[in-house]
């Protein structure tokens, strides 16, 4: 009985430590929480950060079973956040002020900032007569009623002293307008400046050839993308929505650090994906929009008054919205990971 008893106990031990050494949440749960997250987008650079931490077992160290899949754009990604069929999504900000005013019951919270300058804009030939953003006026650009860029063009036009309500749209499906853009159909494109010049250069125009005018870098302060939360989420599984955001954080942080490693994490869930593409977007998107100055300040993932407000404003001169909400009513930080979590590697 007692060689019987100490076989049992010896078994056990291992389990025991393992229990031990994990999250508190993961023991009180003892299985993985699931856990459903939109890209907002296509698997493509823009995700290599989920998706690494996702392949390294970063969110299943932390007691969850996360899901990732495809978007088609920022205003369906939140519009599905918003009906509950996803915890998170990755989404533009401005679209997210938007669709809660439209929606006050929705109170969609972003948990955390994902492009800290925005990468929103408009590109244009080199061989045309634009040669700064005041010459778009009175022109043709491409650019889908859902796209951020095309909806953040009056501020920004206001912002460079030109009127934009003489500007023609032409709503095409983007495969169809890149393909025409090439050809010279339209003056300039509303596009995230990193899709835009990779687009183009699949249809033979080089950046070289191309004029890119940044919002960011032309008189705009608004965030981009942030991780844009269902408030049930937030409420009933608060534990589970900072396990999230603190696994997604180790993710960008080391993609940020190699991007080798995030092309390698596109092509891995996606094997069809271009991986010397993905990884040039994603120089692109890790030089442009996260290595700023308050991300090495303030770590990955967190956002200041100041921007917050810049972003609230802009985005009601934008949209035209009636009423403006509260900075605590689109943005919280409760969930962020501590200050030596978010901080970027040198």
Known sequence: MQRRSLLRASAAAPLAIAISLASPWVRAQGSLHKFKFNLGWKIEASGAGFLLAQQRGYYKDLGLDVAIDTGNGSAAAISLVGSGA???A????????EFNVANPQAALQAVAIQYDLNPNSIIVRKDSA???????????LLGQ?????RKLFPAWAKAQGFDPSGVKWENVTPDIGDT???????????????????????????ADQLTVFRYSELGLKSYGNGLVANPKSLQDHPEAMKAFVKATTRGWIEVMADPRAGAAAIKAREPLANEELEFERLKLIVDGTMKTADTRANGWGAATPARLQATLDETVAAFGLKGAPTQAEFWTDRFLPVAADRKLKA
């Open 86 to 88: 996803y915890d998170v």
């Open 90 to 97: 990755s989404a533009d900000l401005s679209t997210l002020i």
């Open 130 to 140: 634009i040669k700064k953003p005041a010459d778009l006026a009175g022109k043709t």
């Open 145 to 149: 009623p859902f796209n951020a860029s």
């Open 180 to 206: 025409r853009f090439a050809k010279g159909d339209f003056d300039g494109a509303a596009y995230f400046f990193f899709t835009g010049l990779l687009n183009l250069k699949a249809r033979g125009l080089s």
